[in-house]
């Protein structure tokens, strides 16, 4: 495992959409099958977009979460990750990106993400163009 995908990065993978960066996509490609890892905490982030519609999850939101956590190793929170999410020293208050960025960095992982924040923030390694 060497990637932890943001939660946009996620469902475009899962959607085929072409707005997933190209180096990203390479990059899940070349990973074995189902190796890549996705927070627990974008399983809400996704729950929460499917019940304001943004996103589409069939044939229900929970089946389709179930899906989804199926297709990629889950990570769940720690303390440690929460602790981290909590000191991170960079100006984003968004909880869902402060636990993906400590989840990345608690694992050693490269974030696939184009959030530019994050990019910016330099606080762990990323993935997009």
Known sequence: MT???DTHAAIWLLEG???LGVAAREAIGLEPGGSVALSDISLLEIAMLAGRRVVNLKPDIELGLRSIAEQFIILPITAGI???AA???WKQKDPFDRVITATARTHRLTLI???RAIIRSGVVPTLWD
């Open 3 to 5: 990637y932890l995908l």
């Open 17 to 19: 959409n072409t707005r």
């Open 82 to 84: 929460a602790a981290d």
């Open 87 to 89: 000191n991170l020293t």
């Open 113 to 115: 993400t184009k959030d």
